[in-house]
């Protein structure tokens, strides 16, 4: 069980086959249908999940209009962070785009992962840096890449991205409408041909 979480943890440290076995008593696994919520605003978020399978869209609402913040895939983690470590109401929304498959880990299960194996707290520093890292790489690109240059990065990250994910969303977590998305396309598109 857990095929996709031990090869990726395989991937980022060197683990004994015994630590890979430790996931089995920690993990839990949750099948999300199509739209179907792993986190609402208001809730507090007692875990951290690794997508398996599968699409989640993290949102949250502002002035009643729901604003795409990022969007994870295959081998990506998903939380509330500042939920999760402060034990507070989230503000974050992770919604299923599709069938979706999520390997969870509770916050107490967690801090106990950790302490029968220092491996996973050097593990868990690692991803804390890559989800630091892609929020930072997502302010800047908002902050200073035009439409079009966040659209192009978005599709070399995921080539498969409008198989998996509605236009509507895509424009949103661009910070653009569905009209100008669709312009973009076309522009892109006729470059490529000429």
């Not at 604003?67 to 402060?86: G, H, L, P, R, Y």
């Not at 599709?155 to 973009?184: C, M, T």
Request: charged letters at 30%; proline letters at 3%; one cysteine or more.
């Amino acid at each position: 069980m857990f095929e996709e979480l031990k090869i990726y943890c395989k991937s980022i440290i060197p683990l004994t086959e015994e630590d890979i076995m430790m996931l089995d008593d920690f993990f839990e696994v949750k099948n999300l249908k199509k739209k179907e919520f792993l986190l609402k605003n208001g809730a507090q978020c007692n875990f951290i999940g690794f997508v398996a399978s599968g699409t989640i869209r993290h949102f949250h609402i502002k002035d009643g209009v729901e604003k795409t913040c990022d969007i994870s895939f295959e081998n990506a983690w998903v939380t509330d962070f500042q939920s999760f470590i402060n034990n507070t109401s989230c503000v974050m929304n992770l919604q299923a785009l599709e069938a979706t498959k999520i390997y969870l880990i509770k916050r107490e299960k967690l801090y106990s992962l950790y302490s029968k194996c220092h491996k996973y707290e050097t593990f868990g520093r690692l991803m804390a840096e890559q989800v630091a890292q892609r929020a930072t790489e997502i302010a800047m690109s908002l902050s200073s890449d035009k439409p079009e240059e966040r659209f192009q990065n978005l599709l070399k990250r995921q080539p498969d991205l409008f198989q998996k994910v509605p236009q509507k969303y895509i424009a949103n977590f661009l910070g653009i409408s569905p009209e100008s998305l669709s312009r973009i396309q076309k522009r892109i598109h006729n470059k490529r041909k000429s």
